[in-house]
């Protein structure tokens, strides 16, 4: 049995995480430290176990095998560092860091104590996202020149129930967060576009304040390719009933994947000369979750070498994204600290 302490509540898939690890057969939640002791301590009582005030004495612990962090992000450095050189296992929500040095040095620090980290990134693991790198391997595009990816929701929009939106006040706390809406829920379809472009040479990015938080909550990142190709990286708090969307353009051909009717579509002249788009009818299942992995990662002594990659690749993106749009210029990720 791996034995688990929760590090904060701070994120909204905090419970989730919490529920992934009381649900699986080979974890138990044994401990729960927070930065704010009284959400912890409360959380600590309603499952029964042990609170730790200080976090040091929390990974001292030798009945304490892994980690699920979910701090503040501007408390992801120092908390997995210290996990990590205390031989913790770690498992957390995107983005690693702010900063592609932040993020470098946590993974030295992994790296260094030969721990297990798993991010979760989860829209890897879903079966639209298997079949689009599927067509793509088949080169069923062509030669891809362009890729859009978008997610939003209404988080950011008064209600009568939530004058200030339903997100948690603090997702508009620029300093915990490193950001807005781009940061957060762009995370994923950046890093589907990072999946199926590659990494592009520079970012430009634009972000809007409609609802006139300290963060953006409406963004559009643009990733510049040496050949010529684009990807367009959309999010926003601001949208009530905006589809998660994919599309990915080629010479050859297109496909389209949207949540209003979850069907993926390809046309394409590879495809015996027909002129209706095609409905992939049987897509692959679904691969175990961020967490699932985590645990057999943990288990094999195996080590998550492509999320650890999409996820430094992520914060490399991020971090290019908020420098252009606070300069108003492009950010070539080359010049990014490493």
């Known amino acids: 049995m791996i034995r688990v302490a929760m590090l904060s509540f701070w994120h909204v898939h905090a419970n989730d995480y919490a529920r992934q690890a009381t649900e699986h057969p080979n974890t138990e939640i044994v401990a729960v430290w927070d930065e704010i002791p009284e959400r912890g301590r409360k959380q600590a009582e309603e499952r029964g176990v042990r609170f730790y005030g200080d976090l040091k004495e929390l990974l001292a ?24 050189q205390a031989g913790k296992h770690i ?4 983005v690693v860091a702010t900063t592609l040095k932040e993020c470098n040095e946590i993974l030295a620090a992994v790296q260094e104590a030969g721990v297990k980290l798993t991010v979760s990134l989860p829209r890897l693991n879903a079966d639209y996202t298997l079949e689009v790198q ?45 950001g807005g809406a781009m940061i957060d829920l762009g995370c994923h379809p950046m890093y589907l576009a990072r999946l199926f472009l590659g990494l592009p040479d520079s970012v430009s990015a634009n972000y809007g304040y409609v609802t006139g938080k300290e963060v953006e909550d409406n963004a559009v990142s643009v990733l ?23 599309e990915v353009h080629g010479t ?10 979850n069907k993926l579509l390809v046309q394409s002249s590879k495809l015996g000369g027909q002129k209706e788009w095609q409905v992939r009818q049987q897509l692959p299942a679904n691969r175990p979750s961020a967490f699932d992995q985590w645990v057999s990662h943990i288990e094999n002594g195996t080590t998550a070498d492509e999320n650890i990659q999409l996820a430094l690749d992520l914060t490399r993106l991020m971090e290019a994204s908020n420098i252009s749009a606070s300069t108003g210029k492009a950010c070539k ?5 490493q």
């Not at 962090?69 to 560092?81: A, K, L």
């Not at 510049?224 to 994919?246: H, M, T």
């Open 61 to 84: 612990q030798d009945d304490i095998d892994g980690v699920i962090v979910d701090t503040p992000t501007n408390m992801h450095h120092e908390v997995m560092v210290a996990a990590a």
């Open 91 to 94: 498992f957390t929500e995107k």
């Open 134 to 178: 599927h067509i793509l391997r088949e080169r069923m595009l062509g030669e891809i020149t362009l890729v859009r990816t978008r997610l939003s929701h209404n988080g950011a929009i008064s209600s009568e129930r939530d004058p200030n939106g339903w997100l948690p006040a603090h997702f508009f706390n620029k300093e915990q967060c490193g």
């Open 224 to 246: 510049s390719y040496s050949n010529g190709a684009l990807a367009v990286v959309e999010a926003g708090f601001v949208n009530r009933f905006s589809p998660f969307v994919i």
């Open 252 to 261: 050859e051909g297109s496909l389209l994947y949207s949540t209003h009717d």
């Open 333 to 337: 990720l080359s010049d990014l600290a």
